[in-house]
């Protein structure tokens, strides 16, 4: 297909979760400012989506996310100690964050969902097609998904999921999609899709990871969507009912819904034993930190395990 449709600027990144999981730390502190390694998790988030292209970064926050504002902030006092040390390299990190991109920040109020986290977005978005990035999976670098998935958003336009396949047990964790393939290998049209399904009523194996371009008529369906699972409003139910729109006429307002097939290297860090995993791999991949750290960890496993 040769068609081309309109480029994405802008990518949204729901931050308001409470971070139950990993209490008593989140008490008093964002879980998306838990560091991975040396850096909180959603800093790594939104260099994801600068390296895609999009400056312009909307966070949808709530109460007690003040420190996700003064992380991407200046810090005059620290910045200038660091100056008057001579501590160009620290200097540098610091400044780093707040470089990065256009920031703005939106309160999501009530917890009602992650359809409702989007549908909070919607004054900043307006008509434009935009990215929406969950802060608790990261993506390596070297596998940019984010920019494969507007590539297929501009040759097929509607939305796009990001889909991964997982063992039939874990399908319960995460929306799952039926599919059917298309042209390109990596890509697969979404004819339905059901969030957390028992594993035995999985259309697939295809779970849905937290990334999303989508369509701004998502909003209209949002604003229409009633609270489903958890009695939060789905924005798994929000992209069904496009894809029954689309499924009932082809040229159905907001498009098809289309998943590429992720194969790459992710770190989920929402849970904590993956997100001790996740610091693990980063960590021995690093080249300062690397080297001695995996020769104590081969210790360590000698030794202790």
């Not at 097929?156 to 393939?181: D, N, R, T």
């Amino acid at each position: 297909m040769s068609q081309k449709h309109p480029r994405i600027s802008k990518a949204v990144i729901p931050a308001a979760g409470l971070g139950t999981r990993f209490l008593p730390a989140t008490k008093a502190t964002p879980k998306e400012m838990l560091p991975v390694v040396d850096k909180p998790a959603i800093q790594y988030v939104v260099e994801e989506a600068v390296s895609a292209g999009l400056d312009d970064v909307l966070m949808v926050t709530g109460r007690n996310k003040r420190p996700l504002e003064d992380h991407f902030d200046r810090n005059y006092e620290l910045e200038s100690a660091l100056a008057n040390k001579g501590d160009a390299e620290r200097l540098a990190k610091v400044q780093e964050s707040s470089d990065l991109a256009t920031m703005h920040y939106v309160r999501q109020g009530d917890p009602k969902g992650l359809g409702h986290a989007v549908l909070c977005a919607a004054p900043h978005v307006g008509d434009e097609p935009f990215a929406v990035l969950l802060g608790d999976d990261l993506i390596d670098p070297r596998d940019p998904l984010l920019q494969r998935m507007i590539e297929v958003q501009e040759v097929y336009g509607g939305s796009v999921v990001a889909l991964m396949e997982v063992e039939p047990e874990q399908i319960h964790l995460y929306g799952c999609a039926a599919v059917k393939p298309t042209a390109d290998s990596d890509v697969v049209q979404v004819t339905g899709l059901v969030e957390k399904p028992d594993p035995a009523e999985a259309p697939s194996s295809y779970a849905i990871i937290g990334r999303y371009v989508l369509d701004p008529h998502i909003f209209d369906i949002l604003r229409r969507t009633e609270p489903g699972r958890g009695n939060e409003i789905q924005l798994t139910d929000a992209l069904q009912q496009l894809t029954q729109n689309h499924s009932a006429t082809a040229d159905a307002v907001g498009g098809p819904v289309h998943g590429v097939v992720f194969k790459g290297r992710r770190y989920d860090t929402g849970d904590r034993g993956d997100y001790l995993r996740a610091i693990v791999r980063l960590a021995c991949e690093r080249e300062d930190l690397g080297p001695d750290f995996r020769n104590w960890l081969k210790r360590y496993v000698a030794e202790e395990m």
